[in-house]
């Protein structure tokens, strides 16, 4: 780390990669940011994910209510160096190399003050309008929302601790016991990410299941034990092949859907166990058919799962500096900050799990 102590803030470039509508993108040198409080640092930006909620901005300009209406910097999955600490940050010195925690909480609602702040309604998140994200070059961030890579851990894999914060969150929604079977619908990168969770809390069965093929393959090397391509069959014949494969005749005692599709969800509740859990972490449709009586007649535990929250953050560096997850297998590929259009095209493809963008100011 012998180019730690010479970074200067003021030789860096702020280029940013920027959404102005939809499938309308440039790169452009921005203002640089600068420490807004004393409990504040400044990062330089190594490495970038690219998250499907950035791609869906890129395609419809909007998800939900949460609409595109002036350009807005791309990004949310980030890794970087600190340049700048504020007078009153104690636990950051510059050099030091930090995962982003890209959201930001009021902490005075009753949700921040309840250790919520996920779902704090004033939440400041990256990438998400109106506010700018991470595929830029310096971000001043609250010192507290910056997670310390141990040695261990490279900025590459750094920058896959969103992601993996998004996975410990769901698996903590699903309260797993050591020796218990959980079936994981969709292999994308969280319900990837997921499995490994469920297999790090102890879970002897974890089940994979996706329509395709070679997400499926990925996932059998990379934590499940079990894994079922859905077929096009009832919700009921899926689930029963499901059980049947994974040797769980009662069902599942924890179901997580990081897929989003209606009949991924409709074979969840047929492939939970009476008394189960079965927790929604994937985001699709916002309405869609559900099996209520399935729910109603197996006392199911149902749990919603939203971004990540206090701790989350600090499982996932742990996760991934004790060797549990092994993220490093996930990244697809690293490009220059000038091929991001071109990354974001082929996450759109679907030919990549996951393509990690560097930072304008990484040679
Ligand atoms: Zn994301
Ligand atoms: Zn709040």
């Known amino acids: 780390m012998a180019t730690q102590t010479t970074i200067n803030k003021d030789e860096l470039s702020n280029l940013s990669f920027i959404?102005?509508?939809?499938?309308?993108?440039t790169f452009e040198e921005r203002p640089k940011p600068s420490i807004q409080s004393p409990h504040d640092v400044l990062v330089a930006v190594n490495y970038t994910g690219i998250c499907g909620s950035d791609v869906h901005y890129l395609t419809h300009g909007a998800i939900g209510h949460f609409v595109v209406k002036e350009p807005m910097v791309l990004g949310h999955e980030s890794a970087g160096t600190v340049v700048e600490v504020g007078a009153e940050v104690t636990d950051l010195k510059v050099g030091d190399?930090?995962?982003l925690e890209p959201g930001y909480g009021c902490r005075r609602c009753g949700n921040c003050r309840a250790g919520k702040y996920n779902l704090c309604p004033k939440?400041?998140?990256a990438a998400t309008p109106p506010y700018h994200g991470t595929l830029t070059g310096l971000w001043a961030a609250p010192a507290d929302y910056c997670y310390k890579l141990p040695d261990s851990v490279s900025l590459q894999e750094g920058a896959m601790i969103e992601p993996l914060a998004v996975a410990v969150h769901i698996v903590k929604?699903?309260?797993?016991?050591?020796?218990?079977?959980?079936v994981v619908m969709g292999a994308g990168p969280v319900g990837l990410l997921c499995a490994a969770v469920a297999k790090s809390y102890g879970a002897s069965k974890v089940v994979s299941v996706d329509i395709i093929q070679s997400k499926l393959d990925v996932a059998r090397e990379f934590a499940a034990t079990h894994t079922y391509v859905s077929q096009r069959i009832s919700p009921e014949d899926n689930a029963k092949a499901i059980l049947e494969l994974a040797g769980i005749p009662n069902g599942a005692d924890a179901v997580i859907d990081a897929s989003g599709a209606e009949?991924?969800?409709q074979t969840s509740l047929h492939v939970v166990r009476t008394g189960g859990t079965y927790v929604q972490g994937g985001m699709g449709k916002s309405d869609i058919t559900f099996p209520i009586m399935a729910l109603c007649l197996k006392e199911v535990t149902a749990r919603g799962s939203f971004r990540y929250g206090p701790g989350d953050y600090e499982l996932a560096v742990e996760l991934v500096a004790s060797g549990k997850v092994d993220v490093k297998r996930l990244i697809s590929e690293v490009v220059d900050f000038k091929q991001a259009e071109q990354a974001f095209n082929k996450v759109k493809e679907g030919q990549v799990i996951k393509v990690l963008i560097a930072g304008p100011n990484e040679k």
Request: aromatic share 4%; net charge positive.
């Open 19 to 25: 959404l102005n509508k939809v499938n309308d993108v």
């Open 173 to 182: 929604q699903a309260t797993i016991k050591p020796g218990q079977s959980v």
């Open 263 to 265: 009949p991924s969800i």
């Open 123 to 125: 939440m400041i998140f």
């Open 97 to 99: 190399r930090v995962a």
